[in-house]
């Protein structure tokens, strides 16, 4: 382990951003917990990358955001209000972002879709991972569980963002979405450089002791 990756878990209120990552570092969420409204907490944990590495990550659990009031952007020129966007600081410094929405909720999605856009604008130009969670928090309707998760793959392909299906009551669940994040976030060095630049040196000396002779 090296770096600490910094990683901004975010989405509308009462979606359940908190209890997933209870869950995947501590495994003490079951359906008689409860938890406060956040206002800005922070989890460091050692996760496993897909090589069978552990790196080290930092999550900001943020505070919940509200939802606009006209659904699905409109305008990307739409002004939003302070509690319908993330804080100007977490776009300075997050390397990665876990959008949360729930799949009983479509209009958690909106969020997620208004988010994007202002991460988009406001990142200032440099390179962040992102994937969306859809985090099934109750009971089941069938039907708006459906349509939202097929909406929500069909924009994350248009957007080309992974999509998980989680529950925060599943701990297993939770593992894949995180484990891409961390390895996304720990990519494998390059180690060709170094090589390369030796046998160029080599390539050099035996030229020269070619001129000479």
Not at 114 to 126: H, Q
Not at 132 to 139: A, L
Request: charged share 25%.
């Amino acid at each position: 382990m090296g770096k600490t990756s910094k990683v901004v878990v975010c989405g509308m209120k009462g979606v359940g951003k908190t209890a997933v990552l209870e869950q995947l570092i501590y495994g003490n969420v079951n359906l008689k917990s409860s938890f406060y409204p956040t206002i800005e907490d922070i989890y460091v944990a050692n996760i496993e990358t897909d090589r069978g590495t552990k790196e080290r990550v930092c999550f900001y659990d943020t505070a919940g955001l509200e939802p606009p009031l006209t659904g699905p952007p409109q305008s990307p020129t739409m002004q939003l209000t302070a509690n319908q966007v993330l804080q100007r600081h977490y776009l300075g410094f997050a390397e990665g972002f876990v959008m949360v929405y729930d799949t009983t909720q479509p209009e958690s999605l909106d969020v997620l879709m208004y988010l994007k856009k202002d991460i988009d604008r406001n990142k200032d130009k440099k390179e962040v991972v992102m994937l969306v969670i859809g985090n099934r928090t109750g009971p089941d309707d069938i039907n708006s569980l459906e349509n939202t998760c097929s909406k929500a793959a069909n924009w994350c392909a248009r957007e080309k963002i992974r999509h998980f299906e989680v529950s925060a009551m599943d701990r297993p669940s939770l593992y894949e979405p995180f484990i891409f994040m961390t390895t996304k976030l720990n990519p494998v060095q390059n180690k060709t450089t170094f090589p390369q630049l030796s046998t160029l040196s080599k390539l050099t000396q035996k030229n020269n002791r070619n001129d000479a002779m």
